[in-house]
């Protein structure tokens, strides 16, 4: 456990014994809708379709039976942007309504792109729908870059994880302020305990930045530019 979360809980546990109870949360993330400008070059964004949806998740845990798909990321171009939504549930309705909109978005394109989709995303969405008692078959093309970079990469690289790719083949490394992916749920839930917005700030933009380096993932490999 990272030691900015566990403050945040210390933090919260003086308050339930100054008050008696928790505080609710003070607000509820508005969704992101953002076009972004310059995140790749203008050679990656002509080579990238219009129909390719780009797909990250941030779940309040592993098992999708007993967890949320708290944050949906996704990523498309739109014209000479590329467009991001960011979409938060709080609690098991709010998340019906979220995967209700991601059904009807889907629809619009052919391919969508993630980094273990098929491992953990895809199917992770597809028990969620059906908790929800939502259409839960996927009609579009699945490209996981996952197995393609682990298959080109995993004798010399030390692991295959998408942080990786990103330094190693996009020239990318993480900012001191990123926090992984398996910070999440921690932070998903203090959020839901009373902590402030901010504690979800950094998962924000640990998706934002996942998002962006699958679009130049995607090209490099379809380009033939990978490189030992």
């Known amino acids: 456990m990272k030691s900015g979360a566990c403050r945040i809980r210390r933090a919260?546990?003086?308050?339930?014994?100054?008050?008696?109870?928790?505080?609710?949360?003070?607000?509820?993330p508005i969704d992101v809708e953002e076009d972004i400008v310059g995140a790749v070059s203008a050679e990656v964004l002509q080579a990238t379709p219009e129909d390719v949806l780009f797909l990250d998740l941030e779940t309040t845990g592993l098992r999708a039976e007993r967890s949320l798909a708290a944050m949906i990321g996704f990523l498309y171009r739109r014209g000479e942007v590329l467009h991001l939504s960011q979409w938060y549930s709080g609690d098991a309705p709010s998340e019906g309504v979220q995967l209700r909109r991601l059904i009807d978005i889907q629809a619009q394109f052919r391919e969508i792109v993630t980094y273990n989709g098929d491992g953990f995303d895809l199917?992770?969405?597809?028990?969620?729908?059906?908790?929800?008692?939502?259409?839960s078959d996927c009609t579009l093309i699945s490209n996981d870059l996952l197995p393609q970079i682990r298959k080109r990469y995993r004798r010399e690289w030390p692991d295959c994880r998408l942080v990786t790719a990103e330094e190693r083949l996009l020239g990318l490394p993480r900012c001191d302020d990123d926090v992984p992916g398996s910070e999440a749920p921690l932070r998903f839930q203090d959020l839901r305990e009373g902590?402030?917005?901010?504690?979800?700030?950094?998962?924000?933009?640990h998706n934002r930045r996942d998002l962006i380096s699958l679009v130049g993932l995607r090209f490099m490999l379809r380009e033939g530019m990978l490189c030992g």
Do not use: D, N
């Open 123 to 135: 199917p992770f969405l597809r028990q969620r729908y059906r908790w929800h008692r939502l259409p």
């Open 12 to 28: 919260l546990k003086k308050q339930v014994e100054r008050t008696g109870r928790r505080q609710p949360t003070p607000t509820i």
């Open 195 to 205: 902590a402030p917005l901010s504690v979800i700030e950094p998962i924000y933009l």
